[in-house]
């Protein structure tokens, strides 16, 4: 069973760098075709996808946050770190890991999606 | 960016009738090797998201068959054939056809 948890700061305060990491089971990401994901959620607003790294540690960004984005992983690719910069509170959002197969056939989310449960996290001074 | 908009935001329903929610692209979600990368998510209150629906019209596994995906190219629904109370969540659809990925505003269902 995948499973995939968030984990880092739950406040930090505006001009900090954010950095989470997340944790995942049950799948290696050097399996090609496999890649890790960030979505964030603001309160009462629709998700919006970040970033994601795949197996080979190519990646994609954000066009409209590629300058604040990082996305790696570890060198036994057990843990995916997003880092953030210059955080503000329009940040403020729930921020997800997710778990891709690009080679299921069944779009970027695979055969069945897997999510993390998400870490809320505040900018505020 | 590919822009999804979704019709009707709020959707009041009635317990066992059908209802049916609205998604148009600003583009054509058909990928170069001609699938079309279209889902629809539901989200509860406090849940992550869950995926009810992928390329347009096939249902995730454990998927109550009163969930239907239909349309093509840019326009697309969700109906779900006899709501009932469980339904009562906030549904968003998402293309993953072009990178960056994007999800349509969302429409909140409400008995």
């Known amino acids: 069973q995948i499973t995939l948890k968030e984990s880092g700061r739950t406040l930090v305060k505006p001009t900090e760098t954010l950095t989470l990491t997340c944790t995942f089971s049950?799948?290696?990401?050097?399996?090609?075709?496999?890649?890790v994901g960030w979505i964030r959620q603001p309160p009462g607003k629709a998700p919006e996808w970040l970033t994601f790294?795949?197996?080979?540690?190519?990646?994609r960004y954000s066009p409209s946050l590629r300058s604040r984005l990082t996305i790696s992983t570890d060198t036994a690719k057990s843990h995916v770190v997003l880092t953030m910069t210059n955080m503000a509170p329009v940040d403020t959002a729930r921020y997800y890991c997710?778990?891709?197969?690009?080679?299921?056939?069944?779009?970027?989310?695979?055969?069945?999606?897997?999510w993390g449960q998400g870490l809320l996290v505040t900018v505020s001074s | 960016d590919i822009v999804l908009t979704q019709s009707p935001l709020s959707l009041p329903v009635t317990l066992g009738q059908p209802a049916s929610i609205s998604c148009r692209s600003s583009?054509?979600?058909?990928?170069?090797?001609?699938?079309?990368?279209f889902n629809w998510f539901q989200q509860r209150p406090g849940r992550s998201p869950r995926r009810l629906i992928f390329?347009?019209?096939n249902r995730d596994s454990g998927v109550p068959d009163r969930f239907i995906g239909s349309g093509s190219g840019t326009a697309f629904t969700l109906t779900i054939s006899g709501v009932e109370a469980d339904d009562v969540a906030v549904y968003y659809c998402?293309?993953?056809?072009?990178?960056?990925?994007?999800f349509g505003q969302g429409t909140k269902l409400e008995i």
């Open positions: 997710v778990h891709l197969d690009f080679w299921s056939g069944h779009g970027p989310l695979g055969a069945s999606d897997f």
């Open positions: 049950g799948f290696s990401l050097s399996t090609p075709g496999r890649a």
């Open positions: 790294i795949f197996w080979n540690n190519d990646n």
């Open positions: 583009q054509s979600l058909v990928d170069r090797d001609g699938n079309t990368y």
């Open positions: 390329k347009v019209f």
């Open positions: 998402m293309q993953g056809t072009s990178w960056p990925f994007t």
